[in-house]
């Protein structure tokens, strides 16, 4: 998803970064610095596994999540990123899904998921439940 990003950012005249998996500790550590200390660096493109440890984010004060993950705890995670000690804005998070594809059905897995946890109260948010079932990749698909 984000090398479909890229290019529109790059097309607005737009000072990005990116941060994923693919780059080197240096790279990424760059692009965060980039990111907090120069204003004129605006975007900060984050792929969600990437996005998901470690990182203090507080520069950020809005999250647009355009490629959900399955399991919302995840997202949580990365999201947190932004709110952190030391953030000073409020932060706005926003999900992206057009109806009738995947994200749309991801999303209501992620829903589906919260409801479980919150029957459960208090289980391991990490646990078996996190798993893709079987029926959750038949929903998934449409099959």
């Given at each position: 998803m984000l090398d479909l990003l890229e290019p529109l950012l790059n097309n607005s005249h737009m000072q990005f970064r990116r941060l994923d998996g693919k780059m080197t500790r240096q790279a990424r550590d760059k692009a965060v610095k980039d990111f907090s200390m120069n204003p004129k660096v605006t975007v900060l493109l984050v792929s969600l596994m990437a996005g998901n440890v470690g990182l203090n984010l507080t520069a950020?004060?809005?999250v647009i999540i355009v490629d959900p993950w399955w399991n919302p705890f995840v997202e949580d995670q990365a999201i947190g990123r932004a709110h952190r000690i030391g953030q000073t804005r409020p932060?706005?998070?926003?999900?992206s899904a057009v109806q009738g594809t995947i994200e749309e059905r991801v999303l209501y897995l992620q829903e589906k998921k919260r409801r479980m946890v919150e029957r459960a109260f208090g289980g391991d948010i990490f646990g078996d439940h996190a798993k893709l079932t079987e029926e959750d990749v038949?929903?998934?698909?449409?099959v």
């Amino acid at each position: 998803m984000l090398d479909l990003l890229e290019p529109l950012l790059n097309n607005s005249h737009m000072q990005f970064r990116r941060l994923d998996g693919k780059m080197t500790r240096q790279a990424r550590d760059k692009a965060v610095k980039d990111f907090s200390m120069n204003p004129k660096v605006t975007v900060l493109l984050v792929s969600l596994m990437a996005g998901n440890v470690g990182l203090n984010l507080t520069a950020a004060s809005h999250v647009i999540i355009v490629d959900p993950w399955w399991n919302p705890f995840v997202e949580d995670q990365a999201i947190g990123r932004a709110h952190r000690i030391g953030q000073t804005r409020p932060v706005t998070v926003y999900r992206s899904a057009v109806q009738g594809t995947i994200e749309e059905r991801v999303l209501y897995l992620q829903e589906k998921k919260r409801r479980m946890v919150e029957r459960a109260f208090g289980g391991d948010i990490f646990g078996d439940h996190a798993k893709l079932t079987e029926e959750d990749v038949s929903y998934l698909f449409n099959v």
